[in-house]
């Protein structure tokens, strides 16, 4: 047999002439990709064509060896006993035909993506946070079949950003539709999507809608939308045709379909091929105390990584790409979308593994600045449609960083935040540099201030007149428009003028140059030598320490 075998797709039937033609577009779909030599379809009751047709126009055209595949979601009555009893009472009309029986389609990534796409639609730019699902299957007398149903479920609210998915049946099992659409209304739901777990259009699907409808009307404050169902579509056909293979291999398998560790699923892509490494529970005690076996060193790289629906705001440190946290890495390598500042470490964004959204907040001293909250709605945005959002500056977040602002706005619209803090250029610019900003019988403080508003601007909090009397050292970050101006101030309220001062340039990176002078002779230099941003500014004693 090669795998080129001709495939007889069995289906169960239905009275919807609607259900029966996408079934024959199916088919015809299927034989239009050319992958096997021939394909037929047939249905074992309710419809017409009949499986002993399809069967022998198969064999009418010199088929011996068959494919069999009932397209069916879930392995129930049908699939287990009255389509292998009807391809029994075939091959006894049939001397010598051979099949393969293919397994049930569900569940699979391919229709959990299908399905995501039918609620997207219906939801038509609603946010998936604020969504339940009522996922509707068939409902069966077969345990097990129910249970599959319940399994989708679960894969489907999976790294996708629903604010959950619950089961439930149109026939023969519990929950029933209303008692679902219940359910979600008093655990709070105001949106809800019903999607029905069904391939073709029928009587079922029909009532499913028709109920979810009748749910709405009694309940006028809840908006209840019902989604399409699977129907004939690419992703189908690529299905049937797995399965096909699959049953020529006599590939029968575990759960491999849906195991993370071997395809990639919505919010577990760091799993595929990796070693697995023991886990830190989010629920253990912090403090590595207590009996839950902390892993002996202690440290907790194996923490989970950043979660779907969550925005890390990653301090990448003051330029160097290897600056950057081991936490911080870690959130980068796991995240989906990633804004960068214009300071972020430009090596740390290009590394990002293959796929990922980046998005430069542009946010350049004198250049165009993307507007705080336009950043703010965008982290939101993507964050709510179940991605893992990283938020990536350079130094440290909450350093002149702005990184509070969104931790509100991300607080204010219910998204979940993570906190990375990152080395600040304000003490790394000045040791790159080879000045420690305290020093024992040198400096006993040091004080990091915005050079961003000039001294006398009416939004400036800085009292600079106490900063001149103070004796320690003085860290100025975003100065260089101000430096001159700056240093004026610091002279005329008591500071030395010939207190040292250092100027770094681009810290840590190749191009890093810095120039030691007097506090008096700084905003001269800084204009002659025309020091772009970023640069960092340190006045005070420890500046004479510099070998």
Known sequence: MNDRTPLLIVGHGTRSAAGVAQFAALVDRIRRRGTVDDVDGGFIELSRPPLTDAVGALA?????????????????????GDIPAALAREKGRHPGLRYAYGRPLGPHPLLHD???????????????????IALIGRGSTDPDANAEVAKVARLLWEGRGYAGVEPGFI?????????????LRRLGARRIVVAPYFLFAGVLPDRIAARSREFAVDHPGLDVRVADLIGDCDALADLVLERH???????????????????????????VGRPQTPHHHPDDPADGSGHHHHHHHGDHRHEPALRPGQVAVVGGGPGPDDLITVRGQA???????????????????????????????????RGPAMAQDTINAMLIAHARAGRRVVRLKGGDPYVFGRGHEEVLACAAAGVETVLVPGVSSAVAAPALAGV??????VAHDVTVVSGHLPPGHPDSLVD???????????VLLMAVENIAKIAAVLVEHGRAPDTPVLMVRDAGQPGQRSWSLRLDEVGGLAARVDVTPPAVFVVGPVVGLRG
């Open 331 to 365: 959130l980068l390598d796991a995240a989906d979308v990633v804004v960068a500042d214009r300071l972020a470490p430009a090596g740390l964004v290009r590394r990002l593994r293959p796929g990922v959204l980046v998005v430069d907040a542009a946010k350049v001293p």
């Open 114 to 132: 299908t399905l995501a796409e039918r609620i997207d639609a219906a939801l038509a730019g609603a946010d998936r946070a604020g969504t339940w």
């Open 436 to 441: 420690p900003v305290t020093h024992r019988g």
């Open 464 to 474: 600079w007149a106490a900063l001149a009397r103070a004796r320690g050292t003085v």
């Open 171 to 183: 026939s023969l099992a519990e929950p029933s539709v209303p008692a679902v659409l219940e359910r």
């Open 245 to 271: 293979a699959e049953a020529l291999r006599g590939d029968i398998r575990m759960n491999c379909d849906t195991c993370a560790y071997r395809v990639t699923l919505p919010g577990f892509v760091d799993k």
């Open 60 to 80: 009418g055209r010199g088929h011996r060896h068959l494919v069999a595949l009932p397209l069916v979601l879930a392995a129930a009555g049908h699939g287990k």
